[in-house]
């Protein structure tokens, strides 16, 4: 691999492990009672505590440092005083901006005991990731990593939000190519060496419809069933690939053992 390309992988991992060092230190605190500003408040503390800034934060107007997005909520839910409860399922998503460079990554949380669909839901979404993840390398193309999503979440009963996708990232926080969670196999754009982006599925239990809500930010499901999503930002290798938003301390996937 190039120096430039090695550099870029090496300032996105700095960026990604605080992304998902905030993410492990959320584990910590949810719990039924807690609020969607205490999960902000912690990711901005830790994120500028390890000398980073958060990237969502006045991002085209965004006001909070992170995403919170609970059950029917697809994406981009607005951290408030509004107060989780025993059986909800949320997004956290995290995006660390450090000496230049992107590292964004979210996880599904259970708030206490949720519904064994919900569990479905949250396992089928992060499987189809990690499965698009694994056939990643130099020569494979956009579409594989759309169709490999695709089959295995619908083939559990479940839909793909077409309306957000995964993205380039890098020195800037959204970059192209866009990343789409659907496709065909061996269609679209080659996937080549050095390159680095997300793969972040939004899955829903219903349809796959979604809507914005006024705060021009939260996009909640149309039919109003429970939506999940995972997120870690990826860098292509000749051979393979290497995840920058791994949680150092297995954290990866709920229940969070701590
Ligand atoms: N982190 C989100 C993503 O995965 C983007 C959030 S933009 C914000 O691309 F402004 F809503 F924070
Ligand atoms: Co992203
Ligand atoms: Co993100």
Not at 192 to 207: D, V, Y
Request: hydrophobic share 35%; with cysteine.
């Amino acid at each position: 691999m190039n120096d430039e390309f090695k550099n870029a992988f090496i300032k996105t991992k700095a960026a990604g492990s605080i992304a998902s060092g905030a993410l492990d230190e959320v584990c910590n605190i949810i719990k039924p009672g807690i609020s969607t500003n205490e999960i902000d408040n912690l990711c901005y503390q830790f994120i500028n505590d390890h000398g980073a800034y958060s990237a969502p934060l006045y991002y085209r107007g965004y006001p909070k440092s992170c995403c919170t997005s609970p059950n029917h909520t697809v994406c981009h839910g607005i951290p408030s005083d509004k107060i989780l409860r025993d059986g909800d399922i949320v997004n956290v998503d995290v995006t660390a901006f450090k000496d230049g460079w992107h590292g964004d990554t979210s996880r599904m949380f259970f708030v206490g005991e949720v519904s064994v669909k919900a569990m479905k839901l949250v396992k089928s979404t992060y499987d189809a990731m990690m499965k698009a993840i694994k056939i990643l390398k130099d020569g494979i193309y956009l579409g594989d990593i759309g169709s490999t999503i695709q089959d295995h979440v619908e083939n559990d009963g479940f839909s793909v939000v077409r309306d957000f996708c995964g993205h380039g990232i890098g020195k800037s926080f959204h970059l192209n190519p866009n990343i789409l969670h659907y496709g065909k196999a061996g269609t679209g754009m080659k996937v080549t060496e050095g390159m680095i982006f997300t793969i972040e599925p939004m899955i829903n239990l219903g349809k796959f419809e979604t809507k914005t809500l006024n705060d021009g930010w939260t996009a909640v499901t149309k039919d109003k069933t429970l939506s999940a999503q995972f997120e870690h930002t990826i860098g292509i290798k000749k051979d393979g690939y290497e995840i920058f938003t791994l949680s150092d301390k297995g954290l990866n996937f709920p229940p969070y053992k701590i």
